[in-house]
């Protein structure tokens, strides 16, 4: 199994970021995949959830009506569009999956929101 993020970097208050996880090793078409975040000093948490054929789609509270999980099955990649963004959503961003009680992560993308 091997996740790749990419699509971090530095943005202001209110702009907008795309992240990318692109997957392979596995059948990315038949997973549920996650994004969570780690900011410093604070322990990993979820932030979004998307289904297999994305019939199912969950939010954390703290980032619903600003960012919008979606998946490309043909191209194997999970996105998180991330608008309105605040200095409190600065952190490491990772892709996961979860097979079999077991968590896949990648090596995550770092987002700063900062004027």
């Known amino acids: 199994v091997q996740l790749v993020e990419s699509g971090g970097g530095l943005v202001q208050p209110g702009g907008s970021l795309r992240l990318s996880c692109a997957a392979s090793?596995?059948?990315?078409?038949?997973?549920?995949m996650n994004w969570y975040r780690q900011a410093p000093g604070k322990e990993r948490e979820w932030v979004a959830q998307?289904?297999?054929?994305?019939?199912?789609?969950h939010y954390a509270d703290s980032v619903k009506g600003r960012f919008t999980i979606s998946r490309d099955n043909t191209k194997n990649t999970v996105y998180l569009q991330m608008n309105s963004l605040k200095p409190e959503d600065t952190a490491v961003y990772y892709c996961?999956?979860?097979?079999?009680?077991?968590?896949?992560w990648g090596q995550g993308t770092q987002v700063t929101v900062s004027s």
């Open positions: 996961n999956m979860r097979r079999n009680n077991r968590d896949y």
């Open positions: 998307m289904s297999s054929t994305g019939g199912r789609i």
């Open positions: 090793g596995f059948t990315f078409s038949t997973s549920t």
